[in-house]
Structure formats: structure tokens, C-alpha cells
């Protein structure tokens, strides 16, 4: 791609590919068209912590002991996460995109890629303190069944709450945090109103496809995980799954430039990294 | 030895330490940059707007999927780790900090040793916590080219010293001398 540099492949990229297509064979996920340099970090990481010596060792043991596999599953889908994470970008939804959603007489949101839930009941704050909340269906998915079930329960690490505190204010909250939460023990447990209009489900953004039709789509933090290959098909993927005028919002360093839907999408936000789908298409 | 990529990872003090270096050094052409701060996750791009004033080069703030190129200074953007892929994109990443920090220098220096190998330079400066390091002692083992800044005359000596102890580093250098070492290491690029 670029003339520019010599880059060195080495006998572990060749490992990474052999491991990759262990699973798939295996247990049929593609995690061909990730980031590579993403992929071998992980199984890196992993390898050090096992007493295998290397990374076709790693490959057995993964498609010979599937708890094991499990693990794995969970380095690739990166699952730190916080509530309000860039405060300044839920402020924006909430000054500059939830006025326009409130003159629709329901609101379906896609969060697509929404890990253990702490973003999308971000998003469910904001709805309710707009008002909105119960005209809205917001289908919250994620590749990971076990993350899912982590984000269906609502309950979070206390420690953490003094920071998503601080992100909630920062994000315009018109209550007090606290409203949101009760403790037990060292947990926070939110409010199960936050959840009634809350569906969560597995979806795979690799290799499912579109089942909606969405006033908004939120996937912030996701694609950078892809190659702009596999970027590309999911950018499509959210093209077709948006209503014409909808919304698709990436993460702050995430931008659809490189992509082919780009001529598609009116940029609203290009620090929050906001765009409308066309209204012609 | 051709270096193609100058990797330069800082904490505390940092700014002034980029200061002294940046403005000796000459040959922003024939190198990429790529500069790791440690900062506050919610900052603006007044980083990036000070080492474009610095540099008088075009300085990104590294976006996903973003182009390695020459002649231009890249920034890793706070809350996010730094990956280079081997067809020259960066790929940017959330995930758990490293030495408490994110992004963490060892992230960029790993992946950078592990895509360039000989043709990187990795230099450690002031800083006052372990970061760092390990990515150096990467940097190393490809035989790329390692500085420290002298622990005894930075602002914070703690990471300096930690790079010191993991890698043995080709040079441990005063922060002055740096800016006219790199223009040497990198005007001998093409010779034999």
C-alpha cells in the first residue's frame, strides 16, 4: 500500500494465519479480516500466559479444549468500555440529534458492537431525561454471547462508578447520577427501567446481515478492530439498515473517508464523527 | 543502517524534552515520526498543534486506519493505543491500559519493531513511570536502534532508568545531544 517502507514478515505471521484458520475450521468464527497487528497482540498476550511455546501450540490447544477457546473469544472482542466515554460526544447527541429524533413518532437505534452495555445505557439516560425514552426500541448487539449476558444484567464494578459520575456530568446530565444506580455490596446495580426498551441480541457484524430498519446506528470503537476490507463490507451493512436521513455514529478517531459509502452520508459532526445518511438515495 | 521510522515515547516533561529535540533535528523527510505522550484521556489536539509549530510539518493526530508517511509527525491520540498494520495503516485501539497508561509507549514500540524491525529508532525520554521499556527491549532484539535520554539530568528519571535496565540501549544520550545524533544516524541513510 505504501512505497514509502519495507516491512518485515516473520515466521509468526505465519503462525497467526495458521491459528486463524484453526478456529474457523474449528469453530466456524472469521477473524480473517481483523486488524492483524490486533489479532496477534491478543494471541500474544494470551501465549505468555499459558505454557505453550508457541503459537501453533496455542492453535491445538485452542481447538482441542473449548473453554479455552472461550478466552480467546474474549481478547478478540475488546470489552473495556465506560459509561459516557467522551462525555463531549453524548453531550452532541443529546444538544444536536435527540431535538431532530424527537419529532419522529417512534425511534428505532441500533448499538451495534455494544459489549457489557455500559454505552447503551448511556444512551438510555439520555433518552429518558429527553423524554423520549418511551417511544424508542434500541437493539443493543454484540458477537459475544457471554458479553451480552454481562450487559443484560446492568450491574457494574462501584469503582468505576466515580468515574462514569464524572462522564455523566461532563455529557450535560440534567440529574444526579446517583439516581441511575443502587449499590449492594461493592456493585452498582442500574435502574431496570433503563432496560425495558432495551433488546439485546447476538449479532455478528462479519458475518450476519441487516435486520432493520434505524432511525440511528451506534457503533463507536468497533471497526477499528477490522481491516478496511472487512470495514468497508460493515459500513455497507449499515448503509442498508439505516432509514433515508438516519444517523450513524463511529467513534471520535473513526471515519468513513476510506469507505465507498462515503458519497452516501452528509457529514453532521465531523469531530464527533456523525453522519446522515443522504435522504435522496 | 537505513532508518525509515523514528519512534519517540515520553511522559512527564515530556514537551520540553520534544522541544529540544525536534528543533535540532533536520531530516523530517526521510523518517517517519511517531511521537507516544503520555496525557489526560480528554484532551484537545493542543499536542498536535504545538509539534506542528515545532516541526513546521504536517502533525496528525493518529485516526484508525490513518497512512504511514514520510516527512510527516504523527501523534497517538489520547485513550487509545497505536498499532501499525504491515501495509503502513495504523490501527487504533481501547483496550486495557499497560503500566497504567494509555496509550502505552511499549504498545507502538512493540508493533513497530515487529512491522520495521532494523529499520526503527526508539528513544525513551523523561517520564515517571515504567512505560516503555519493554517495547525498547523489543525495539533491540530486531536490531533496531535504542537511545535513552540520561536518567541523571531528566526532568523525571524513573522511565528513562526502567529503559536502561530492560535494554541496555545503544546510547544513553543528554537530552541536547539527541536532535544532532538523530541527524547523523539518519543523514548516513543510503550509505554502505
Not at chain 1, 426500541?137 to 451480552?148: E, R, S, V
Amino acid at each position: 500500500m505504501t512505497d514509502d517502507f519495507k516491512f518485515s514478515n516473520n515466521d509468526e505471521d505465519i503462525e497467526v494465519i495458521l491459528f486463524l484458520e484453526a478456529i474457523k475450521l474449528k469453530y466456524g468464527y472469521n477473524f480473517g479480516d481483523y486488524s492483524r497487528a490486533h489479532i496477534k497482540r491478543r494471541i500474544k498476550n494470551r501465549l505468555v500466559k499459558t505454557d505453550c511455546k508457541n503459537i501453533l501450540e496455542l492453535a491445538h490447544k485452542a481447538i482441542t479444549d473449548e473453554a479455552f477457546f472461550a478466552n480467546i473469544l474474549l481478547d478478540f472482542s475488546i470489552n473495556v468500555t465506560e459509561m459516557f466515554r467522551d462525555p463531549d460526544f453524548f453531550k452532541h447527541l443529546r444538544n444536536e440529534i435527540i431535538p431532530i429524533l424527537e419529532t419522529y413518532p417512534q425511534i428505532k437505534i441500533w448499538h451495534a458492537g455494544c459489549s457489557s452495555g455500559e454505552e447503551v445505557y448511556s444512551l438510555a439516560i439520555i433518552l429518558k431525561e429527553s423524554g423520549l425514552y418511551d417511544r424508542c426500541k434500541i437493539y443493543a448487539t454484540d458477537f459475544n454471547a457471554t458479553i451480552i449476558d454481562v450487559a443484560k444484567d446492568g450491574i457494574y464494578n462501584l469503582e468505576s462508578i466515580k468515574e462514569y459520575t464524572k462522564n455523566y456530568n461532563l455529557s450535560g446530565g440534567k440529574q444526579s447520577f446517583s439516581d441511575y444506580y443502587t449499590v449492594k455490596y461493592d456493585h452498582a446495580i442500574l435502574d431496570s427501567s433503563l432496560k425495558k426498551n432495551i433488546i439485546f441480541a447476538e449479532h455478528n457484524l462479519v458475518t450476519d446481515g441487516s435486520f432493520g430498519e434505524f432511525n440511528l446506528i451506534i457503533c463507536r470503537n468497533v471497526l477499528i478492530y477490522f481491516n478496511r476490507n472487512l470495514q468497508n463490507k460493515v459500513n455497507n451493512l449499515f448503509l442498508d439498515s439505516l432509514a433515508k436521513g438516519g444517523y450513524l455514529c463511529l467513534g471520535s478517531k473513526e471515519t468513513i473517508d476510506y469507505s465507498e459509502v462515503k458519497k452516501q452520508y452528509d457529514t453532521f459532526s465531523s469531530e464527533h464523527k456523525i453522519y446522515r445518511k443522504n435522504r435522496k438515495v | 543502517m537505513k532508518y525509515d521510522v523514528v519512534v519517540i515515547g515520553t511522559s512527564a516533561g515530556g514537551l520540553d524534552a520534544l522541544r529540544k529535540i525536534l528543533t535540532t533535528f533536520k531530516h523530517f523527510d526521510d523518517i517517519a515520526l511517531i511521537i507516544i505522550q503520555h496525557r489526560n484521556p480528554i484532551s484537545n489536539n493542543y499536542l498536535s498543534n504545538i509539534l506542528s509549530d515545532m516541526t513546521g510539518r504536517i502533525t496528525l493526530e493518529i485516526e484508525d486506519k490513518t497512512l504511514l508517511k514520510k516527512g510527516v509527525v504523527y501523534v497517538v491520540p489520547p485513550n487509545y493505543h497505536a498499532l501499525i498494520e504491515k501495509n503502513g495503516l495504523f490501527t487504533l485501539d481501547t483496550s486495557e491500559k499497560v503500566c497504567y497508561a494509555r496509550p502505552s509507549i511499549d504498545v507502538t514500540f512493540k508493533s513497530f519493531a515487529d512491522a520495521f524491525g532494523v529499520s526503527v529508532i526508539g528513544i525513551i525520554l523523561t517520564g515517571a513511570n515504567n512505560d516503555g521499556g519493554q517495547g525498547l527491549y523489543e525495539i533491540k532484539l530486531v536490531h533496531g536502534y535504542t537511545i535513552v535520554q540520561n536518567p541523571t539530568t531528566a526532568e523525571a528519571p524513573v522511565m528513562p532508568n526502567y529503559a536502561i535496565k530492560c535494554t541496555n540501549p545503544d546510547e544513553i544520550l543528554e537530552l541536547d545531544d539527541i536532535g544532532a545524533r538523530l541527524n547523523e544516524l539518519i543523514r548516513k541513510n543510503g550509505e554502505k
